[in-house]
C-alpha cells in the first residue's frame, strides 16, 4: 500500500517534469522557428503550397460548418428574441457572436482537427522514416525547410479562415431570418452595422485569430517534431495535438477576450 | 505545371479571405458610418446620464451628426461631463438644448441636439448649457405614485 502511494506521487512527479520539459523544448523550438523565418521568407513557393495545404484544403469544412453555425444562432436567437419583441435585434445577435467569439474559436477548433492532424501526422513521420535526419546530414535544416513554411502558413491562414467563417456565418443567419423567418432586411442589417463596431469587434477578432493560429500551429509543428519515431507515437502525437489545441484555445479566448473588453 | 494549379487556389484563397475582411467591415461593421470626417469638440454637463455609453450617436432631427466622445464625472459640479464629437460640416448655435434621449422603449440610449436661436455658434470646446437628463423610469413611476396619492387625498378631502 505504502509502495504504491510512492509510486503514485513518483508518477505525478513525473508527468509535472515531463510537461514542464515539453514546454521548455516547445519554446525552444518556438524561439528556432522564428529565426529561421526570414529564410523561409526568401522562398515564397514552400509557404503558398502550405498555405494550400493548411487553408485551401480546410475551406470547405469551415465554410459549410460557418453556414449552419449562423443558421443555427440565428432560429435560435430568433426563439428568444421574439419572446421580447425585438427579432430585428437577430443580426445584432448574430453578427456579435459570430465577429467576437465564434469566428475565431471554432475555426481555430475546425483547424486543429483539420490541418493542425495533418501537420503533426506528416513532421511525425517524415522523423520516423527519417526524412529529416537525412536533411540534417545534407546541411538542410529541417526547421527552416519543413517546419518555418509550415508555421507561416498556419498563421497566415488562419485570420483568413476566420475572417470567412465570420462572413458567411452571417450569411447563413441572414438567410435564417430574412427568407425563412422573415425579418425586415433593411432592421437585419442597419441594426447589425449600428452596433458592430470596426475596431472593438472585427480587429479584435483577428487579432484572436492570429494568436489562435500562432498557437494552434505550433502544437501541431511540436508534437510532430517530438513524436517518438513509431506507428504508436505518431498517432498519441495527433490526439495531443487536437486535446492540447482545443484546450489551448478555450483558455487563451477567455484571456484574450479579458483583455479586450473593458468592464 | 502543377505549381501554377496551386498558385492559382492560393491567390484565389487570399482573395476570398479579403473579401471577407472588407464585407465584414462594410456590410456587417459600421466603418462607413462612423467616418465622420473632420470634427469638433463640445462639451455638455448633465446630472443623470442615466445609461448613455461611450460612441453613442449623437442626431439631430434624427440624423447622426456625432458620436459620445468621453464621459467623466465632475468631482466639483458632481455633474457627468459628457465630451461630444461633432461633424465640422454642421454648426450649431450657442443656445443649443442637448437631451438624452431612448431609441425605442429598451433601445440603446443617445445624445439629441436641439437647435437653438443664438447668433453666435458653438466653437470647439465650449460647453452646452442647456441640457436635459435621461428619463430615469424610478424616478418617473415613483412621482407617479405620489402624485396619485396626493390626488386620492385631495379626492377624499373634497368628499367630506
Known amino acids: ?22 514546454l521548455g523544448a516547445g519554446g525552444r523550438l518556438f524561439f528556432y522557428i522564428l529565426v529561421y523565418l526570414g529564410d523561409s521568407v526568401r522562398r515564397p513557393s514552400l509557404i503558398v503550397r502550405e498555405i494550400y495545404a493548411t487553408g485551401v484544403l480546410s475551406l470547405l469544412i469551415i465554410l459549410v460548418s460557418a ?23 437577430i443580426g445584432v445577435l448574430v453578427a456579435l457572436s459570430l465577429v467576437r467569439e465564434l469566428g475565431p474559436v471554432v475555426t481555430a477548433l475546425l483547424f486543429a482537427g483539420r490541418a493542425g492532424t495533418a501537420i503533426t501526422a506528416e513532421i511525425g513521420l517524415m522523423r520516423a522514416t527519417e526524412q529529416l535526419s537525412a536533411m540534417e546530414m545534407m546541411a538542410v535544416s529541417p526547421v527552416g525547410r519543413v517546419l518555418a513554411p509550415r508555421f ?4 497566415i ?8 467563417f465570420s462572413m458567411i456565418g452571417v450569411l447563413g443567419g441572414y438567410f435564417v431570418a430574412v427568407p425563412l423567418i422573415g425579418v425586415d432586411s433593411g432592421a437585419f442589417w442597419s ?52 486535446v492540447y489545441s482545443s484546450l489551448a484555445v478555450l483558455g487563451l479566448d477567455f484571456i484574450l477576450t479579458a483583455f479586450m473588453i473593458k468592464v | 505545371m502543377e505549381r501554377t494549379t496551386i498558385d492559382l487556389w492560393v491567390g484565389f484563397f487570399v482573395a476570398l479571405g479579403v473579401a471577407a475582411i472588407l464585407g465584414l467591415a462594410l456590410k456587417v461593421g459600421n466603418l462607413t458610418s462612423s467616418n465622420i ?8 454637463g448633465f446630472e443623470n446620464i442615466g445609461g448613455l455609453k461611450p460612441r453613442a450617436p449623437v442626431k439631430s432631427a434624427g440624423v447622426v451628426i456625432g458620436r459620445v466622445d468621453g464621459i467623466r464625472f465632475d468631482a466639483k459640479t458632481y455633474e457627468a461631463q459628457v465630451t461630444l464629437k461633432l461633424d465640422k460640416r454642421y454648426a450649431f448655435p450657442k443656445d443649443t438644448f442637448a437631451n438624452i434621449y431612448t431609441a425605442g422603449l429598451l433601445g440603446e440610449q443617445y445624445v439629441g441636439l436641439e437647435a437653438g436661436g443664438d447668433e453666435v455658434n458653438l466653437q470647439e470646446g465650449d460647453k452646452i448649457t442647456h441640457t436635459q437628463d435621461a428619463v430615469v423610469l424610478e424616478k418617473m413611476i415613483s412621482q407617479f405614485l405620489y402624485n ?13
Open chain 2, 148 to 160: 396619485k396619492a396626493s390626488e386620492n387625498k385631495s379626492d377624499n378631502k373634497a368628499a367630506e
Open chain 1, 1 to 22: 500500500m505504502f509502495s504504491s502511494l510512492k509510486s503514485t506521487i513518483a508518477k505525478i512527479g513525473h508527468n509535472f517534469i515531463e510537461g514542464i520539459w515539453h
Open chain 1, 157 to 164: 491562414s488562419m485570420p483568413i479562415l476566420a475572417a470567412l
Open chain 1, 67 to 89: 453556414f449552419f453555425v449562423g443558421m443555427v444562432l440565428g432560429l435560435q436567437g430568433y426563439n428568444t428574441l421574439q419572446k421580447y419583441g425585438s427579432s430585428e435585434a
Open chain 2, 37 to 44: 470626417g473632420e470634427t469638433y469638440t463640445v462639451t455638455a
Open chain 1, 152 to 155: 507561416l502558413a498556419g498563421v
Open chain 1, 191 to 242: 441594426q447589425m452595422q449600428a452596433s458592430v463596431d470596426f475596431r472593438e469587434d472585427i480587429v479584435n477578432g483577428v487579432i484572436k485569430s492570429v494568436v489562435f493560429g500562432i498557437v494552434c500551429t505550433m502544437i501541431a509543428l511540436f508534437e510532430g517534431y517530438d513524436a517518438p519515431p513509431t506507428a504508436e507515437g505518431v498517432s498519441r502525437a495527433t490526439t495531443r495535438t487536437v
